[in-house]
Each structure stands twice: as C-alpha cells, then as structure tokens.
C-alpha cells in the first residue's frame, strides 16, 4: 500500500520561507511523477508544482519563481521550497504520487497546513 506523508508546514509572515517534504513508503519512488497541490477553503484544489521521475519540473503560473519543486529519490521523498509567501497562498498543501500535470495521480497525503499571516 502506497503511503504520503507530508510534514513542514505551518505559521509564517508574509514574505517568509517554508519547505515542505512528502515522504513515499510501500511504493517505487523513484517511478513516480509527483505533484503539489493546495486547496484554500471554498476553492477548487489546485496543482502548484510537479516534478517527472526524471526530474522536469513545471509550476503554475502564481507560484512561479517563489517556490522550487525538488526530489531525493535515496530518502524516498520530495520537497516544495517556498519563498516570498504571501497570504494568498495559505491553504493546504497536498502531495500526490503518479499523476501529469493535467490529471492527478491516484495516491494522495493528508496534507499540511500553511498559513501566511502577520
């Protein structure tokens, strides 16, 4: 069985930095495409980065040039730098396992919070 965990998230002002980390166990890892996405309440969840297995990355277009998408496949587990926060991007930060960029994978965390507040 396929298992992400997330960790890192939390309180920050805006324009701090955060790095979150989705840990893969019972799976190939290193197979995987993997993805961000966030969901703020009453919005629609939203694909924030994506990484391929061999490592092409592509954001979307609000994030681009804050956050860095990254994944060290030895520990199993793939990471979102966040930069420049601002408040709007306060939601929670979901990572899924073996999905593109247009559709999702079928494995999915929890999620963590991140809050961008003063």
């Known amino acids: 069985q396929v298992q992400l965990v997330e960790s890192g998230g939390g309180l920050v002002q805006p324009g701090g930095s955060l790095r979150l980390s989705c840990t893969v166990s019972?799976?190939?890892?290193?197979?995987?495409?993997m993805g961000w996405y966030r969901q703020a309440p009453g919005k629609q969840r939203e694909l924030v980065a994506h990484?391929?297995?061999?490592?092409?990355?592509n954001y979307s277009d609000s994030v681009k040039g804050r956050f860095t998408i990254s994944r060290t496949n030895a520990k199993n587990t793939m990471y979102l730098q966040m930069n420049s926060l601002k408040p709007e991007d306060t939601a929670v930060y979901l990572c899924?396992?073996?999905?593109?960029?247009?559709?999702?994978?079928?494995?999915w965390g929890r999620g963590t919070q991140v809050t961008v507040s003063s």
């Open positions: 899924n396992a073996g999905g593109s960029t247009v559709v999702s994978g079928p494995y």
């Open positions: 019972g799976g190939i890892f290193s197979v995987y495409a």
């Open positions: 990484i391929t297995s061999s490592g092409i990355t």
